[in-house]
């Protein structure tokens, strides 16, 4: 393998290929990136247990084909150092010599053959989703799905599609958040699914030209994801998570009586201010709601406490006061792109319902009530 | 067998086992008697450990001839003479018995000579037998023997144990007695060898140190307390306290006297303990001395022959006292413990530091530990500052390490210094104690935060759990939980703490493994209870040793190390600090 790279374009698909190793991987070849040069086309492969990716690489000249499998932390911090416009890449005998402007790197790479040949080829496409529709609704559903790894399928997002329409719901069984968008194109029928978070992250970084269109095939327990167009796209393939996700339609509320549209960001730094002062030990910051005014605040035994009013317009219902964790709420404020959002609640200890029309769904238990 | 008086000598045996169980308390009724008649210097000899012969010598009021016969009746005293004054006692003894017990199980011999008496006498009892009084030669003062103890009760005899144990009973016992009396000059002699040489002393603190030894006197805190317990009834305390690191599983260490009285309470030295909790390992017992002084109305002493245990009349308040001063002294105290370095605690390569070799500085850069930065650090201006500010007030100052530079070092220890020397954090032991401390602040205020699940969450449980979970129930709710049995192998999770979920921590796996617990206890001392869930919860919650820490962290770390009270020890009572003393590393260096 002989190839000449643009260095720029190099950097950025090695470190998206990264993403996909995994942080501590048993076999060797799944800490490596394998790149495969042929048809005057650089691919940059690599996968965990879970999820395989195929990342193109544009603007190469491809002196001579060939392969090589080399270890992926290393060839994403090499590329990172080099300078100047363009990258070489020569191998033999496994070894890859990276040449860039007066530097020369040689890293000891393994046989291309131990890297897992990826299954069978994506066959039928079940719809389409423009890259921009699909990215806003992982960056607004992934922030509530579980971290920690915990029951109930909730470590992923839940990707249903229903005709054109498609929902991603998740969940940590303390707020759920349900995004809706719609697909270009889709074929009769129904996709279900439950994907796990780290492939979510990955397919909103690989689908970052807005104008692509991302291609959803179902597999044998896996999704495929194809990004753009013919040799150019980016692929993505990931096992799924089994099991049945929770009940979530049960726990959106069904009826209200409170409600209350407020300015996104006054309402995202009131609520930040408030939190200031709450610790780890005293996190809640109380919402006191009126016809008039919001007044929300926020206090620890060892560190103070802060209060915060903004003008409220048309809150419809009793006063109420409600109480919550103020990371919950300002992680979904910072992520809504309109300009208001509408709050419906029901009672103090029940839980409370921010919504920006049908596209965005969040409900938020309060805390402090046991 | 018909029912008859028994005979006076018999009586006086039995009694003796109450007060003469052994060399060590022949010892202790002696040497009491000694300072009762008011004496300065009380020598003390032991042959055999005191099972072949006892001989207290002091210059006391001394006892006249005339009344030497009456000295060793039973229950004959010059201490009291009335109800009125048994209310009262000022003395250590009163019940007139002392003598008179001993010389029914002894061959006994009392030696005095009144000080402003021309002549000494003498008078032997022997296991009861009582001789005439003789003149005898003797210094003013009095000089009491006894030989053959339990010589004619075989039985008791058989009890006393190794010559060894009973000589290290009776040190004890003068050691006691010596802590609450430091005006008075003790000396004991062992066959021939001195063995104990405690000089008459101004400050009591110098007393203290003498018995507990130079290690535990290191660096005592003084406790010093006075408060009333009712109108016109004053309780004070003073006494030195060793440093929590010196605590002992033996519970020797920890010595009481009551009115200058040896004593044993359960409830005082519970109190101690209790001011100590979580900065002592469990199951250890603090090293010191504490004398507590009491309006005598406030105390019966005359519960036990012995006197050794007492009963207050408000136990409750003296317990709480002394807790109070306790407290007190160590919260002012700057408890960090300072690293003793020994040639083998240096390793001389490999480690993450090197102490002592020039070279080491060069080249001996372990991963993550920067001497470079380390230099930078240490020089920067805080410390400076600090050491400037340690001229005008060096006692005060207890460690401000918050504005400091610092460094961590091998994902485990926060290094930075102080006006003192080196300071090494654990991050594990300190976070844990930080937030130990914040919870159990946070408690105080009310409930912990809760935060509401969506739906319920249904966990399996053992049987056991789920039949403890109801005793339980109440102190969950303190914690944030809210969670009810849902039938006999499984539990419904409402609600969980708020701070666990922020940190990580999954909820249940803690409840679980508290409801699982051997020494579960959910109804006991209610506060005790709780501490020991904060306990592990800020165990579960803290950063490991391993976790790399922002900037930001270790700053936020440090800042507590200062705010929190008694932050240099964890819950479980390691240290969570040590200091390497400036002139340790001068030393080192050959700067000396």
Redesign the interface.
């Known amino acids: 393998m002989k190839i000449l790279c643009d260095r720029a374009v190099l950097a950025t698909a090695v470190q998206l290929a990264q993403q996909a190793v995994a942080t501590r991987a048993a076999v060797p070849a799944l800490s490596c990136i394998k790149l495969t040069a042929k048809d005057g086309r650089l691919t940059l492969q690599a996968a965990d247990k879970d999820i395989a990716v195929e990342v193109p690489v544009a603007a190469v000249e491809v002196k001579e084909a060939g392969e090589a499998l080399v270890p992926a932390k290393k060839l994403a911090e090499v590329v990172g150092e080099c300078e100047g416009a363009t990258v070489g890449f020569e191998v033999v005998k496994h070894t890859l010599t990276i040449k860039a402007e007066r530097m020369k790197f040689s890293i000891l790479g393994f046989d291309p053959k131990e890297f897992p040949s990826p299954k069978d080829p994506v066959t039928k496409t079940e719809f389409t989703v423009p890259a921009e529709t699909l990215r806003r609704l992982i960056v607004r559903s992934v922030f509530a799905a579980a971290?920690?790894n915990?029951?109930f399928a909730m470590g992923g997002v839940y990707m249903e599609r229903k005709a054109k329409r498609l929902r991603l719901v998740a969940?940590d069984?303390?707020?759920?958040v349900v995004t809706r968008g719609d697909c270009s194109s889709a074929t009769d029928g129904d996709t279900v699914a439950i994907v796990p978070t780290k492939a979510m992250n990955l397919l909103n970084r690989l689908a970052s030209q807005p104008d692509d269109a991302v291609q959803v095939a179902k597999l044998e327990g896996r999704l495929a994801f194809t990004v753009g167009e013919g040799p150019e796209a980016a692929k993505l393939v990931t096992n799924l998570i089994e099991g049945t996700f929770?009940?979530f339609e049960?726990?959106i509320p069904k009826e209200h009586d409170r409600k209350v549209t407020c300015d996104v960001q006054q309402l995202l730094a009131s609520v930040r201010r408030a939190g200031i002062l709450t610790?780890?030990?005293?996190?809640?910051v109380k919402m006191g709601f009126n016809a008039t005014e919001l007044k929300i605040s926020g206090s620890?035994?060892?560190v103070g406490e802060a209060e915060i009013s903004m003008p409220l317009t048309g809150f419809q219902g009793q006063p109420i006061e409600i109480i919550f964790?103020p990371g919950y709420v300002t992680e979904a404020l910072r992520l809504v792109d309109s300009s208001e959002i509408t709050l419906e609640m029901k009672a103090p200890?029940k839980?409370g319902v921010f919504r920006v029309g049908q596209e965005f769904t969040y409900?938020v238990?309060?805390?402090?009530?046991? | 067998m018909p029912i008859r008086p028994l005979p006076p000598n018999l009586v006086n045996q039995i009694a003796a086992g109450e007060v003469v169980e052994r060399p060590a308390s022949v010892v202790k009724e002696l040497v009491e008697n000694a300072l009762d008649a008011g004496a300065t210097r009380i020598e003390v000899r032991l042959e055999g450990g005191g099972r072949d012969r006892i001989e207290v010598l002091d210059d006391g009021g001394g006892i006249p001839a005339e009344e030497l016969a009456l000295a060793v009746a039973p229950h004959a005293t010059s201490k009291i003479a009335s109800m009125e004054d048994l209310l009262q006692v000022g003395t250590y003894g009163f019940r007139g018995e002392a003598l008179a017990s001993i010389g029914s199980v002894s061959r006994l011999t009392v030696t005095s000579c009144p000080r402003r008496g021309s002549s000494a006498s003498s008078i032997q009892v022997d296991h009861g037998r009582q001789e005439s009084v003789r003149p005898a030669a003797g210094n003013p003062g009095t000089r009491i023997e006894v030989t053959n103890l339990f010589g004619e009760m075989p039985a008791r005899r058989k009890f006393l144990r190794s010559e060894p144990t009973e000589a290290g009973r009776v040190v004890e016992a003068l050691e006691w007695i010596a802590l609450g009396r430091p005006g008075v000059a003790f000396t004991l002699w062992q066959e021939s060898r001195k063995t104990l040489d405690l000089p008459a002393e101004n400050d009591p603190a110098r007393r203290v140190a003498a018995v507990l030894g130079a290690e535990a006197a290191a660096d005592a805190l003084t406790v010093e307390a006075e408060a009333a317990l009712a109108p016109g009834s004053p309780i004070s305390v003073w006494g030195r306290m060793a440093r929590p690191a010196q605590a002992k599983v033996a519970a020797k260490g920890l010595r009481l006297t009551l009115n200058g009285r040896a004593i044993i309470d359960r409830g005082v030295l519970h109190a101690i303990r209790e001011a100590y909790r979580g900065l002592i390992e469990p199951g250890r017992t603090p090293v010191g001395f504490l004398a507590i002084q009491i309006d005598p109305r406030e105390v019966d002493v005359n519960v036990h022959p012995a006197k050794s245990e007492v009963r207050f009349r408000q136990p409750a308040a003296v317990h709480s006292f002394v807790h109070r001063a306790v407290k007190a002294a160590l919260r002012t105290a700057n408890l960090m413990p300072e690293m003793p370095i020994t040639e083998t605690a240096a390793p001389s390569s490999g480690g993450f530091m090197h102490f002592g070799t020039a070279t080491s500085r060069a080249t001996g850069s372990a991963p993550g530990f920067d001497y470079g930065t380390l230099a930078q650090a240490l020089d920067g201006p805080a410390a400076t500052a600090a050491t400037a500010l340690a001229h005008v007030q060096p006692a005060e100052l207890p460690m401000p390490i918050a504005s400091r530079r610092f460094l961590q070092a091998g994902r485990m220890w926060l290094v930075t210094s102080d006006e003192q020397g080196l300071v090494i954090v654990d991050q594990h032991a300190l976070h844990e104690r930080v937030?130990f401390e914040?919870?159990r602040?946070?408690t105080l205020?009310g409930?912990?935060?809760?935060?509401?699940?969506?739906?319920p969450?249904i966990e399996p449980a053992t049987a056991l759990e789920v039949e403890r979970l109801e005793e339980a129930r109440p102190l969950l709710?303190r914690l944030?939980?809210?969670v009810r049995a849902g039938g006999p192998r499984s539990l419904v999770v409402?609600?969980e703490p708020?701070?666990l979920?922020?940190?990580?921590v999954?909820p249940v796996e803690l409840l679980r493994e508290w409801l699982g617990r051997d020494d579960f206890d959910a109804a006991g001392d209610g506060e005790a209870v709780l501490a020991k869930v904060l306990d592990m919860m800020a165990c579960k919650a803290a950063v490991k040793a391993g976790d790399a820490l922002s900037e930001r962290e270790i700053a936020e770390l440090l800042q507590q190390l200062d705010a929190i009270e008694r932050a240099t020890n964890c819950p479980h009572g390691r240290p969570t600090a040590m200091r390497i003393p400036w002139r340790e590393i001068e030393r080192r260096f050959g700067r000396g």
């Open positions: 971290t920690e915990t029951r969940t069984g303390r707020r759920l929770p009940p049960d726990v610790t780890e030990q005293s996190k809640g620890s035994p060892d964790n200890n839980p409900v238990m309060p805390t402090g009530q046991a | 937030m914040r919870l602040a946070r205020a409930a912990l935060e809760s935060q509401a699940l969506l739906s969450r709710e944030g939980f809210d409402h609600a708020v701070f979920i922020e940190r990580r999954d």
